[in-house]
C-alpha cells in the first residue's frame, strides 16, 4: 500500500511577520519564513508526523519549483513532481499581523502534453492504494480533472480521499470515495440549503453518502466537526482547548489524520479523535504541528468523543 498526494497548485509561501501594517508606507518584517505550501504537500507532511511515507504528484516549474522540490524533500517527502519546461511555481506571501493577509500567484501554464505525463505516472498505482485530491484547480486544467483521473483508475481499487468544493467534489461521488471532507458552510452549498444544527448536517452528509460518498467529515471549525462513516454511524467531536494561531493547513493535517488513524487500525471514533488531534495541533502553531504537538493533544480528543 502506497499513499499518493496530488498538488495542482505547489507554491512557496513567503511569510512575513509585520505589525503596524500601513499602506501605502514602507513596512519592514521582523520575521520570516519560507515554506513549501499546498494541500496536498500539507497531507503529506502530516503524514510522514504519523510514520506514514508518501508520494507527492504534481508540476513544478522555473528556479522556484527546484527550490520547491528540494523543500520538500528535506521535510521527507518522496517527490515526483513533474518539471515544466515553461514558467515558475509560484510565490505566495502570506503577511501576519494584526489581521493575515495574503496575495497568491497564479502559477505556471500546464499542457495537454504536462497532463499525459501525470497519467503515466498514476499508471504505478495498485489496489488499495491511497490517493488524495485536493484543492483548487489551475485555470490551465480542466474542472473536470478529479473525476477524469478517478475514471482513468477505475478498473483499480483504490481508496480516494477528496477534499474539494462544490461541482469539483460533487462530480467525483459516482466513483465512491473512501473518504470527502466538505465544512458545513459548503455542504449547504452543495445542496443551497442553510445548515442549522447537527441533525441537517447528519442529514445532507446522508445525501452525499447515497451520492457514493464512504466516509463524510463535516468540520464546523471551533464548533468541531462530525463523522457520519460507512458503517452507519454518527459521532460528534469537539475541540481541544488552545489558542488558535494559524488558519494555513489546519483542514489538510486533519485529513491526514483521519488517513493515519484508518491505516493504524483505529475504529471510526478513534480515528476522527486523531484527525481533531492533527487539526488543532496545527491550528494552535505556528506552522504544521510535529509528532509530539499531535500525540499530546491526541490525548485530549479521545476523551471529547460524543
Same mark, same amino acid.
Given at each position: 500500500m502506497m499513499i %499518493?498526494?496530488?498538488?495542482?497548485?505547489?507554491?512557496?509561501d513567503y511569510v512575513i511577520k509585520v505589525d503596524h501594517f500601513a499602506l501605502g508606507m514602507t513596512n519592514r518584517s521582523h520575521d520570516e519564513q519560507l515554506v513549501c505550501g499546498g494541500k496536498g504537500i500539507n497531507v503529506s507532511y502530516i503524514l510522514r508526523q504519523l510514520g506514514f511515507d508518501s508520494v507527492a504528484l504534481g508540476f513544478v516549474a522555473g528556479f522556484t519549483g527546484k527550490e520547491f522540490v528540494q523543500g520538500i524533500e528535506k521535510m521527507g517527502i518522496t517527490s515526483q513532481m513533474i518539471v515544466l519546461k515553461q514558467g515558475m511555481t509560484r510565490i505566495n506571501v502570506k503577511m501576519k499581523g494584526e489581521a493575515e493577509s495574503e496575495i497568491n500567484g497564479?502559477?505556471?501554464e500546464i499542457t495537454a502534453d504536462?497532463?499525459?505525463?501525470? %497519467?503515466?505516472?498514476?499508471?504505478?498505482?495498485q489496489d488499495q492504494d491511497i490517493l488524495v485530491l485536493s484543492g483548487s484547480i489551475p485555470a490551465s486544467l480542466p474542472n473536470t480533472i478529479y473525476q477524469d483521473i478517478m475514471a482513468y483508475l477505475a478498473d483499480r481499487d483504490i481508496l480516494y480521499v477528496v477534499d474539494?468544493?462544490?461541482?469539483?467534489?460533487?462530480?467525483v461521488l459516482k466513483y465512491r470515495p473512501f473518504l470527502i471532507k466538505p465544512?458545513?458552510?459548503?455542504?449547504?452549498?452543495?445542496f443551497?440549503?442553510?445548515?442549522?444544527?447537527?441533525?441537517d448536517i447528519v442529514f445532507y452528509a446522508r445525501k452525499l453518502q447515497d451520492k457514493g460518498a464512504r466516509n463524510v467529515l463535516v468540520s464546523m471549525a471551533g464548533d468541531g466537526s462530525i463523522l457520519v462513516d460507512e458503517l452507519g454511524n454518527v459521532t460528534r467531536?469537539?475541540?481541544?482547548?488552545?489558542?488558535?494561531?494559524?488558519?494555513?493547513?489546519?483542514?489538510?493535517?486533519?485529513?491526514a489524520g483521519f488517513i493515519g488513524g484508518y491505516?493504524?487500525? %483505529?475504529? %471510526?471514533?478513534?480515528?476522527?479523535?486523531?484527525?481533531?488531534?492533527?487539526?488543532?495541533?496545527t491550528a494552535f502553531s505556528d506552522t504544521l504541528a510535529s509528532h509530539d504537538e499531535i500525540m499530546t493533544l491526541f490525548e485530549k480528543t479521545q476523551q471529547l468523543i460524543k
Open positions: %499518493y498526494t496530488v498538488t495542482f497548485n505547489p507554491a512557496l497564479s502559477g505556471p504536462d497532463l499525459k505525463q501525470l %497519467y503515466v505516472q498514476l499508471d504505478q498505482l474539494a468544493t462544490n461541482d469539483l467534489l460533487v462530480n465544512n458545513h458552510h459548503e455542504l449547504g452549498e452543495i443551497q440549503v442553510h445548515i442549522e444544527n447537527d441533525e467531536m469537539g475541540v481541544p482547548q488552545g489558542t488558535v494561531r494559524n488558519s494555513v493547513g489546519a483542514g489538510d493535517s486533519m485529513l491505516l493504524k487500525g %483505529y475504529d %471510526y471514533d478513534q480515528t476522527l479523535a486523531l484527525a481533531t488531534a492533527c487539526g488543532s495541533a
